[in-house]
């Protein structure tokens, strides 16, 4: 094989691991969404239906309640799952460990607009 021959051969390598690795990287995140979802089902439906809210009609999940109630990113809705307001499930980091309420933070923000 000449020079150019291996230069091609190595550059073709890199594209193919580049490709592979994002593509492992696409099937991680849709993996995590959708634990993100099964996890809010399991744990806030009960109250959060769709988003909304049953006990506190002012405070749902859309966008909307969430920039009037100072609620701008995961890490506020992770507070409150750790110190919630009036009527709503304390959740420790035992019964939802961070990386668990991240996921269900992260889901919250990018499905009730
Ligand atoms: C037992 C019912 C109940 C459950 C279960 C529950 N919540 Fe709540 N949630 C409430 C109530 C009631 C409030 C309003 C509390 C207040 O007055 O501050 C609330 C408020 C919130 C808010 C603030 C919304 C806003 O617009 O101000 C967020 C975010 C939230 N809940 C997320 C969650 C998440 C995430 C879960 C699941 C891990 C969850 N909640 C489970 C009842 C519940």
Redesign the pocket.
């Known amino acids: 094989m000449n020079n150019w021959q291996k230069m091609a051969k190595m550059s073709l390598i890199m594209v193919l691991s580049v490709a592979v690795v994002a593509a492992v990287r696409s099937t991680t995140l849709i993996a995590e969404q959708s634990r993100g979802e099964a ?2 089902i399991e ?6 239906f769709n988003g909304g ?4 009609s ?5 966008e909307k ?2 920039v ?4 701008k990113n995961a890490g ?2 992770i507070r ?2 750790r110190n ?6 304390r ?1 420790d980091d035992k019964t ?1 460990p961070d990386n668990d ?1 991240r996921r ?2 992260e889901f ?1 923000i990018k499905t009730f607009k």
Do not use: Q, V
Request: glycine residues 8%; hydrophobic residues 40%.
């Open positions: 996890e809010f744990y806030c439906t009960e109250c959060h809210n049953i006990i506190k002012t405070k749902t999940l859309s309640d969430r009037t109630n100072g609620i506020d809705i409150i799952i919630p307001g009036e009527g709503m499930t959740f939802l309420a269900i933070a919250i």
